[in-house]
């Protein structure tokens, strides 16, 4: 059975309020937050964060490609999913793709992994999408745009939620663009680009896969729609025939916000955490054009609901003090850069060390099975030479042997608190930790791992793993 084997998602830790933003620009709010990424986050360590939740106790051997899809990629040219099948620590002799320049990159990625998967030319598939937008200061997507990430593990045994049918159509239509030099994503006037463009495109698209399937409004439990804003998402839902209360998903435009190539796919996951075998869902995702999925659970849903996906993430939030640290997060003010802020980079050693670097492998002796990092070739307890395998830390939890709380160090948040964590199983970790409040950070603290952004040289993102509070 072809499908759906497994699910996660990741929200940040820190929430915006929507009166925050109001209160930096003037005016009034409704009641509702967005979800930030935190300084060091961007769509490729949400898309980590969120595989992770997913992959669970599965044996990562087991997967034969990778696909990522979002808007806001780190690299105009360079593969992002590359870079987190190294995170992930999977096989190299894997397929590894980027889908992007659409919002609904998501929903293209999960049917064209299910194409591949019945095919034969792969056993399992990760499909992650995961974005990071930034609205204009002071403009209406500043509220609207959150930052969040999904992840599907596709295979063709043990399938939770297998697919029944889809149809797509393509349209060009311009509603929300940016270039290649544009900071912010444009738009057009929101009566034309709504009436002319979303309700009408996706209008189109899920009744042309209801009538090639012979299906009604009535024979879905649950309708997962992508949505601009509420009040759109409303209308749409309401005008294909669906009942808001009790067959829409509720959108997560007031808790995490309108996440792009990754919100219908979220909204999906906190469906999924709810769904019992033998519901049918229907998921529709728009962006140039709009993919509609149908999709039944099957009783295999029991086994993964244990994962980390939106209901977790929504329970564990820290509201951000102002709108000036957020506007910190995103540089969207101009910093006074230290005189030791300057940051080096060389290749060559990213390259060789990059097993250390982004899977984070230490070695553990053949000899008395002592766990080091960095990789040693000497046993520090036994002193057995190139006696030891490679084995990965990242999902390694810990607790704080020390740490330093550095009020001067340069970089994007200070103060900055660096930590020496003893793993569990072995092995001792120096790392920054994230995530967390200094004041409450204790020697015995229980921590775990999480891949982040260290900084920028060179036009090269640096990436490692740091310590949070396990809460």
């Known amino acids: 059975m072809f499908g759906i084997v497994s699910y996660g998602a990741y929200i940040p830790y820190y929430r915006l309020g929507w009166d925050e933003i109001a209160r930096a620009w003037g005016g009034t709010a409704p009641k509702g937050e967005k979800a930030v990424a935190n300084y060091d986050e961007d769509s490729t360590t949400m898309g980590v964060e969120a595989a992770i939740n997913c992959l669970g106790p599965v044996d990562r ?57 019945k095919a034969g030319s792969a056993g399992k598939i990760l499909v992650v ?39 797509s159509i393509s349209s060009e239509f311009m509603d929300v663009w940016r270039t290649g030099d544009d900071a912010f994503p444009r738009s057009w006037e929101e009566r034309f680009i709504i009436t002319e463009g979303y309700l009408k495109i996706i209008r189109r698209c899920v009744s042309g896969m209801m009538n090639t399937y012979h299906l009604n ?44 190539a990754a919100f219908s796919l979220m909204m999906f996951v906190s469906a999924l955490e709810e769904a019992k075998a033998g519901d049918r869902i229907l998921l529709a995702g728009y962006g140039d054009g709009c993919d509609a999925h149908v999709l039944k659970v099957n009783e295999n849903i029991e086994d993964i609901k244990d994962r980390r996906g939106v209901n977790y ?62 990789i040693q070739r000497v046993c520090e ?39 020496i964590v003893d793993l569990e199983g072995g092995g001792r970790l120096r790392c920054e930790m994230t995530d ?10 229980d921590v775990e791992l999480t891949f982040r952004k260290m900084h920028d040289a060179r036009g090269i993102h640096h990436y490692f793993w740091k310590s949070r509070p396990l809460r």
């Not at 034969?64 to 979002?70: E, Q, R, V």
């Not at 439990?221 to 808001?244: E, I, K, M, Q």
């Not at 395998?389 to 939890?397: C, F, G, N, T």
Request: hydrophobic share 40%; aromatic share 8%.
């Open 61 to 117: 051997k087991e997967i034969d490609g990778l696909y990522f899809a979002t808007t806001t990629a780190p690299y105009r040219e360079k593969q992002s999913s590359s870079l987190m099948a190294a995170a992930l620590d999977l096989r190299e002799d894997i397929l590894t793709s980027d889908f992007t320049n659409s919002l609904r990159a998501g929903t293209i990625a999960i049917k064209t992994a299910l194409d591949v998967i």
């Open 129 to 167: 999408s995961a974005d990071c937008r930034i609205g204009a200061p002071k403009s209406q997507f500043e509220r609207l745009f959150g930052d969040g990430a999904a992840a599907f593990l596709l295979g063709s045994d043990n399938a939770a939620v297998s697919l029944e049918g889809s149809h």
């Open 217 to 260: 409004p009535d024979d879905f439990a649950r309708v997962v729609l992508y949505g601009p804003d509420p009040g759109s998402h409303a209308n749409a839902a309401r005008s294909l025939g669906f009942d808001l209360k009790g067959q829409v998903q509720p959108p997560l435009f007031a808790s995490v916000g309108n996440t792009g």
């Open 313 to 374: 993430h929504l329970s564990l939030r820290r509201a951000l003090p102002g709108y000036d640290k957020y506007a910190g997060f995103r540089n969207l003010i101009a910093k006074e850069v230290g005189a030791g802020a300057s940051r080096a980079t060389f290749l060559p050693w990213l390259w060789r060390d990059r097993k250390q670097i982004l899977s984070l492998h230490g070695s553990r002796c053949n000899g008395c099975g002592t766990i080091s990092f960095p």
């Open 381 to 419: 307890h036994c002193l057995k030479k190139d006696a030891f395998e490679e084995v990965r830390l990242s999902d390694k939890k810990g607790r704080v042997f020390t740490f330093n709380v550095d009020n001067l160090a340069p970089g994007a948040e200070s103060p900055v608190v660096i930590t």
């Open 436 to 445: 967390c409040d200094p004041g409450e950070v204790k020697i015995g603290l």
